[in-house]
């Protein structure tokens, strides 16, 4: 398969970390540029960067975002207008009515569109869904506790200290519960934004989840946890010891030469941001 043209929007420290190696070590893909506020730390990523995004556009086939939430929403509906398949970040959007825009954009062009949801691309994960899928699931509970709001860590940028865990960790943890115990039909949530924030959800079927999410923990702490429980047997998500980034772009490039059809698309990211929008109204009261 010929690799992918993906042109990279943003160079903040997950492009750094992420995006950028990913895309540009192959086989799948290629980084054909990028486009970012910064031109001096887009220099950095080892592509042609561009002054404009019109001129990425032009030198791509698909797009990947790496910005905050609210200008993923605005820059790709015009990534989607100018017909490129797009590789977006979690959360789709900063609010609801964003994401719905961003989600009837790609729908109305046409083009492929998969969200980067990590955890969904390990083996490990894979096999923890697989042994969901036998058990007849009823409930299960979740935990990703960080401390990456606090000091100079580098993923304490502005929308998440503004917005807290819940729009940036909380899309990860229910997805995750929605594919192991069934579609999320309803969400009750307490606690802090800022501190520790308690969701229960509830799943189609009947089943029940629970999930504790803070990025505002200090000293050693676990990766994050999954564990479900069923009629005939339980399942516990192990530790990962692959890189889901390289099947992040190996699925990708597939999703952009099959014309779509990926199950964690715009779509799917955008039934994602209702339940973290109502979790969030329901934390203001």
């Not at 992420?18 to 990028?34: D, N, Q």
């Not at 887009?42 to 592509?47: H, R």
């Not at 698909?62 to 509906?77: K, N, R, T, Y």
């Given at each position: 398969m010929e690799p992918v043209a993906?042109?990279?929007?943003?160079?903040?420290?997950?492009?750094?970390?992420?995006?950028?190696?990913?895309?540009?070590?192959?086989?799948?893909?290629?980084?054909?540029?990028?486009?970012?506020?910064?031109?001096?730390?887009?220099?950095?990523?080892?592509?042609?960067?561009?002054?404009?995004?019109?001129?990425?556009?032009?030198?791509?086939?698909?797009?990947?975002?790496?910005?905050?939430?609210?200008?993923?929403?605005?820059?790709?509906?015009?990534?989607?207008?100018?017909?490129?398949?797009?590789?977006?970040?979690?959360?789709?959007?900063?609010?609801?009515?964003?994401?719905?825009?961003?989600?009837?954009?790609?729908?109305?062009?046409?083009?492929?569109?998969?969200?980067?949801?990590?955890?969904?691309?390990?083996?490990?994960?894979?096999?923890?869904?697989?042994?969901?899928g036998e058990i007849r699931p009823f409930g299960g509970h979740a935990a990703n506790i960080s401390g990456a709001l606090l000091g100079d860590h580098p993923f304490a940028t502005p929308w998440r200290l503004e917005r807290g865990a819940l729009l940036d960790v909380g899309p990860h943890v229910i997805d995750l519960l929605d594919a192991a115990l069934g579609r999320v039909t309803g969400v009750r949530a307490h606690g802090d934004p800022f501190g520790w924030i308690g969701l229960l959800l509830e799943h189609e079927g009947g089943a029940v989840s629970e999930a504790s999410l803070s990025m505002a923990a200090v000293g050693d702490l676990p990766p994050a946890t999954f564990a479900v429980y069923g009629r005939t047997g339980n399942a516990v998500l192990l530790p990962f010891d692959d890189d889901p980034l390289d099947a992040v772009a190996e699925e990708f490039a597939r999703t952009v030469r099959d014309g779509g059809g990926h199950p964690l698309d715009a779509a799917h990211g955008l039934r994602l941001q209702r339940v973290v929008a109502d979790a969030e109204a329901q934390l203001r009261r």
């Open positions: 993906v042109g990279l929007v943003g160079a903040g420290p997950w492009a750094r970390m992420a995006h950028a190696p990913m895309l540009a070590k192959g086989p799948h893909t290629r980084l054909a540029g990028v486009w970012a506020r910064r031109p001096e730390a887009a220099a950095e990523l080892g592509a042609p960067v561009y002054g404009r995004i019109e001129e990425l556009f032009d030198h791509c086939e698909a797009v990947a975002f790496c910005v905050p939430p609210d200008v993923q929403a605005e820059l790709g509906v015009r990534a989607a207008r100018a017909g490129k398949a797009l590789l977006l970040e979690k959360p789709l959007a900063g609010s609801l009515d964003g994401a719905r825009r961003l989600a009837d954009a790609v729908a109305e062009a046409g083009v492929a569109s998969q969200m980067v949801l990590t955890l969904r691309y390990a083996v490990q994960t894979r096999t923890f869904l697989a042994r969901c």
